[in-house]
């Protein structure tokens, strides 16, 4: 397949979720020339890379799935409630065989640059296979969370055992067994991850820097009974977590929490608690992400728990979030997370109470003046989210401008999906679409719908390139960080809030639209309606 200066109408870039489905749609719906090109060896995207101890969806997988494949959803066991990365890789497989997808796609092989060419009104596509194609559109579906943040921490060429990132874990695994360990972050991933590697590890140091809000995930083999209500239910499910605020079936109580009763508001968040999930996050109290008294009341509620979860008390206070508000940071979810700081082999050093890392040294971690000797360490250190993954493509739109200056203060897109003077380029669940605050796969059909119509209507009426104009970009700008302001979610040093790359200017990523997925989804259709307002087709 591979050959230079091929022809396309469409180059999709990374085949994960969204770029299965966009080449399915533009191949098998308009009948476009489509070529994907893949870094990776097959296809899965954040579940072909993530592989560390106890990866799995955080999202009920009845919903964590393509939706367009109808026959699929009705034939497809999830073994259960949040499938391991490697049962989600294996959906990925299936899904490209039966499709007859990978004949495609390109694997092994990465984008390393593209141009817009003014004249032609086609891109220029570069790969590090020496490579060069054109197409009519560029369409990225390169993930949000695909640009490792690896921090510079002094000393690390120094240290004599092994060290692996998260998010770029060894296919065949890493054997933990009788070694010291050390895991370096606290988010989503070293939730997952820490339970499971204290279960194989002589020692487990966990060096934490902001402690966060874990609510239980309650994993678990789902009822048969509910798998078959809920297949029988598909159209009505599909429906509703489109018309949804997150892409999730669940929905906010329309009530201050400061309004209900104390014994009210613990019978609710009991439910929710023993629910689990993202029931907590996202289907509390409607003040809970506006008002900080209202925020302290969820809070305090999770605070108990950890205390009356952690056995010895200076572990529990340490574990006990401090300087950010409830659910402003991602909500990581837990299977014995707290659990685990009981265990006589696992350690807690946090950065405010012990002192933060301050080198890596040959034989381990030197943190508060303190050398703690390690033969593994792990990174859960996350990403370069959103824009770090855009960026990295190296794209050149109109009279050769670069992402990296129209972006210096933070990501400028119209709808999330498009960028003024990157003409007939779409950007799948990019910066300021919703995106990330939602169930992925949900807002990835979204986008993918949208741009093939878009793509067809072009067709149908003889144009050859879409813009977004200045002036309707500048507006969504300003709409998205308006609408953010209202919210305690500024307030937080998030990756949200691209607070945790140093020198990454602050600024909210993705767009929290008054009526979430759904509302975006109206707005995106009437957008359409209107002749694609606010782009410029020629
Ligand atoms: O990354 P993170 P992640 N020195 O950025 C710490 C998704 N996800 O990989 O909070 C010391 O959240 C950092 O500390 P702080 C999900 O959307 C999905 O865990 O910045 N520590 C933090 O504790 C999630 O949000 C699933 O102060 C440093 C940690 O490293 C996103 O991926 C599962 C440091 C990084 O946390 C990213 O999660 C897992 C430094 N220099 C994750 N730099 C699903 O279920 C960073 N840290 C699909």
Redesign the pocket.
């Known amino acids: 397949m591979a050959g230079a200066n091929q022809h396309f109408d469409a180059v999709v870039i990374g085949a994960g979720f969204s770029g299965l489905h966009m080449l399915k749609s533009l191949r098998d719906k308009l009948g476009l020339k489509v070529r994907v090109y893949e870094t990776g060896d097959t296809v899965g995207g ?1 579940w072909y890379w ?1 592989r560390y101890p106890g ?5 009920d997988a009845y919903i964590y799935c393509f939706t367009w494949d109808k026959q699929l959803l009705q034939e497809w066991e999830w073994s259960e409630r ?1 499938p391991e990365q490697h049962e989600i890789l294996r959906y990925l497989e299936h899904v490209a065989k039966r499709h007859d997808l990978k004949r495609n796609i390109q694997f092994n092989t990465r984008v390393t640059g593209a141009e817009f060419d003014e004249n032609t009104n086609l891109w220029t596509v570069h790969t590090d296979k020496a490579e060069e194609v054109t197409a009519r559109y560029l369409i990225t579906a390169v993930g949000t ?1 695909s640009d490792t ?1 690896m ?1 510079l ?1 002094k000393g690390l060429e120094k240290f004599k055992g092994k060290w692996y990132h ?2 770029r874990f060894p296919h065949a695994g890493v054997d933990f067994t009788g070694k010291r360990v050390g895991v ?9 991850a820490i339970p499971e590697i204290a279960q194989q590890a002589k020692q487990l140091i966990v ?4 402690a ?1 809000y874990c609510v239980p995930a309650r994993n678990g083999k789902v009822d048969p009974e509910l798998v078959k209500a809920r297949k029988a239910d598909y159209e009505g499910i599909v429906q509703r977590i489109r018309e949804s605020f997150f892409g999730q079936e669940h929905y906010f109580i329309p009530k201050s929490v400061l309004e209900a009763t104390p014994e009210e508001r613990e019978s609710v968040f009991d439910r929710m608690w023993d629910a689990g999930g993202f029931a907590f996050w996202l289907a509390n109290y409607q003040d809970m992400f506006f008002s900080q008294e209202a925020n302290d009341v969820c809070a305090d509620y999770i605070k108990r728990k950890i205390r009356s979860t952690v056995k010895e008390p200076r572990t529990a206070e340490k574990l006990i979030p401090k300087g950010h508000a409830y659910g402003t ?2 909500q ?2 837990d299977t014995n997370y707290y659990e685990t700081f009981n265990r006589d082999n696992v350690l807690l050093v946090d ?1 405010k109470i012990d002192g ?2 301050e080198e890596i040294t040959e034989t381990g971690i030197r943190a508060g003046g303190k050398e703690y000797p390690l033969d593994i360490i792990v990174f ?4 370069d ?1 959103m824009t770090g993954p855009l960026k990295a493509l190296n794209l050149k739109g109109r009279g050769g401008r670069t992402l990296d200056l129209e972006w210096q203060d933070g990501p400028h897109t119209y709808l999330g999906v498009a960028i003024a003077g990157f003409p007939n380029l779409f950007t799948i669940t990019g910066p300021q679409s919703p995106s ?1 605050l939602s169930n992925m796969p949900v807002s990835i059909e979204q986008h993918v719908e949208w741009i093939t119509d878009c793509i067809e209507s072009m067709r149908k009426n003889g144009k050859t390139s879409i813009e977004a104009t200045p002036s309707a970009q500048d507006q969504w700008v300003a709409h998205v960080n308006e609408i953010v302001s209202a919210t305690l979610m500024t307030t937080a ?3 949200y809030m691209s ?2 790359i140093a020198g990454k200017p602050r600024a909210f990523l993705p767009y929290l639209g008054p009526e979430g997925v759904g509302g975006y989804r109206k707005k995106c259709d009437e957008i359409a309606a209107k002749g694609y307002e606010g782009f410029e087709l020629a």
């Open positions: 954040t993530n990866a799995r969806c955080d999202s949040y969370l943040n921090p921490f998260t998010s370096v972050g606290t988010g989503a991933t070293a939730v997952q060096f934490q820097r902001t966060n940071k991602r990581p979810l950065a933060g890392i859960a250190t996350g990403f989210a990330v040093n998030s990756w607070a945790n």
